[in-house]
């Protein structure tokens, strides 16, 4: 069984911040769990690197695009790194692979008769990469990104969007596309309710993109180049077992280009719609979205600098449940760095390991898993990954309640046997918590089934050093 999940592609026109490493390490945590149930997981993730927005960085930098792309596309990568992130292929849309497979298909609509010439009169948002209209603003300015829009007039390639809405409206409907959680679903049919204009595929105005092959004057625009990455990366046109995704991952900024453009260029195209959209909601601060143009952001590197890797993807992943927003602080994370892994995890493997080393001359017996149930592949396969994340971390608190509770520190020297059993209870639920921990901080479970699977068991340096 095959299991293909995506996450967006992210604009290169700053490094990553901790929204960008929310999506990717959750496609990493399901990632890892779909390999863990036996099936052969393909995880693309990338960057967006054409557009108006990109070159005016660039420009901003004083940098060439294609290398400033190169320097930028490169910190997305070392954060990856730096958060243990395992993807299969990481894609760039100045690549050749990329951009000769967007022609191809740009090229076959266009035989289709499906792209049509016009002139786009009206709002453009550089910020969001896209055509606005008057009712979308408040104050004059685009929602997202608080500046004021350009007015623009070009000649542009269109896409009958009108042909295909209404069976993408029935294929939300009846989940065939399934998005979730539901108020994504709504805000999609709600969207097609309201009716969509047809929308350009080529911009005139900007050069830094993939060129029309009937057009030179054109280059393509920025969100068709965007989405295309997701067949383009598994050889489209030669796309038989690869696709359709799975899973494709967005947060919810980018709904209506994943839940409507996307599987219109599709249908277009023959080409079956993803099976699954999974949006997340928001890291916020003070209330604000977290985001590049606001310069509000937390840089995962330094979260991996103060806690480690797997104390960054703890941090990352267990703030708030997925599909909803939440507020950040960076001070909070110190405080729940010390309590649930510090003093949490941690305390518990110390106290554990020495009980076992001091007075069992480092051997416990297996026991069967005696766990309360926490249904953890129930939470997993629904993406409830905070759920599935917290019933694990309270698992060890529960332990280290159980070492409290039965004091087997003193109960070693009054009952050796007793002590003796609930201490192979607990160690060999230990083993059962940290299989479950691996998908979420891979590097933590490994030491500790190593620790625990060894033949003399021994209390170790700890595995988080109290901040
Ligand atoms: O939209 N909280 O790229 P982008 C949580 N290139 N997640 C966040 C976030 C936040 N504050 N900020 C960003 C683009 N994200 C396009 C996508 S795909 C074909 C093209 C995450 O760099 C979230 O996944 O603006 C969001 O959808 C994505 O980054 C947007 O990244």
């Known amino acids: 069984m095959k299991f293909y999940i995506t996450t967006p592609i992210y604009y290169v026109n700053a490094k990553p911040h901790i929204g960008h490493a929310y999506t990717t390490l959750a496609a990493d945590v399901i990632s890892r769990f779909q390999k863990s149930q036996g099936r052969d997981c393909f995880f693309l993730t990338g960057t967006d690197e054409h557009g108006a927005k990109v070159a005016l960085s660039a420009k901003e930098a004083g940098k060439d695009p294609q290398k400033f792309t190169d320097e930028v596309a490169q910190e997305f990568k070392t954060a990856w790194k730096n958060l243990g992130i395992e993807y299969s292929d990481f894609i760039r849309t100045t690549e050749t ?17 499906i792209l049509y010439e016009g002139e786009y009169k009206g709002l453009y948002c550089t910020g969001c990469e896209n055509f606005i209209t008057e009712k979308e603003l408040v104050d004059n300015k685009c929602q997202n990104h608080k500046k004021e829009p350009e007015q623009v007039i070009e000649k542009n390639w269109f896409f009958k969007l009108s042909n295909y809405t209404k069976q993408i409206k ?48 054109q280059s393509v625009y920025v969100w068709v180049d965007a989405l295309l990455n997701y067949i383009t990366a598994r050889e489209y046109p030669n796309l038989k077992g690869k696709w359709p995704a799975d899973l494709q991952l967005i947060g919810k900024d980018i709904l209506k280009f994943h839940a409507i453009y996307w599987p219109a260029m599709l249908l277009a195209a023959e080409l079956d719609p993803p099976k699954e959209l999974f949006v997340h909601g928001y890291f916020t601060i003070d209330g604000q979205k977290m985001s590049k143009s606001l310069g509000n952001v937390i840089d995962p590197n330094d979260l991996v600098k103060d806690y480690g890797t797997d ?3 703890y941090l990352i992943l267990s703030q708030f449940p997925f599909g909803q927003d939440g507020d950040v602080k960076a001070d909070m994370f110190k405080e729940q760095y010390n309590s649930d892994l510090a003093n949490g995890i941690g305390n518990l493997l110390s106290r554990a390991s020495n009980l076992i080393e001091k007075n069992f001359d480092g051997e416990f017996e297996k026991k069967e898993s005696s766990s309360v149930k926490r249904d953890f592949n129930v939470l997993m396969l629904e993406y409830k990954l905070y759920e599935a994340l917290k019933s694990v971390i309270s698992g060890f608190s529960e ?3 159980k070492i409290d509770q039965s004091k087997l520190w003193n109960l070693v020297k009054t009952d050796k046997e ?24 891979p590097e933590t479970a490994e030491k500790i089934i190593k620790q625990f699977t060894q033949k003399n068991i021994k209390k170790q340096e700890p595995m988080f050093p109290r901040k």
């Open 311 to 313: 104390g960054a993807r």
């Open 97 to 113: 692979r990329h951009k000769e497979r967007v022609k191809k298909f740009l090229e076959n609509l266009k035989e289709k008769g």
């Open 170 to 217: 029935e294929l939300i409907e009846s989940d065939k596309i399934l998005i979730r959680p539901e108020f994504a679903k709504k805000e999609a049919l709600g969207l097609l309710e309201q009716g969509l204009d047809d929308f350009s595929i080529s911009r005139e105005k900007v050069s830094w993109g993939v060129k029309l092959p009937w057009d030179e004057n």
């Open 399 to 401: 332990l280290d309640k």
């Open 418 to 441: 007793k002590a003796g059993k609930i201490l192979s209870e607990i160690a060999s639920e230990i083993l059962v918590l940290a299989g479950e921990l691996e998908l979420f901080l």
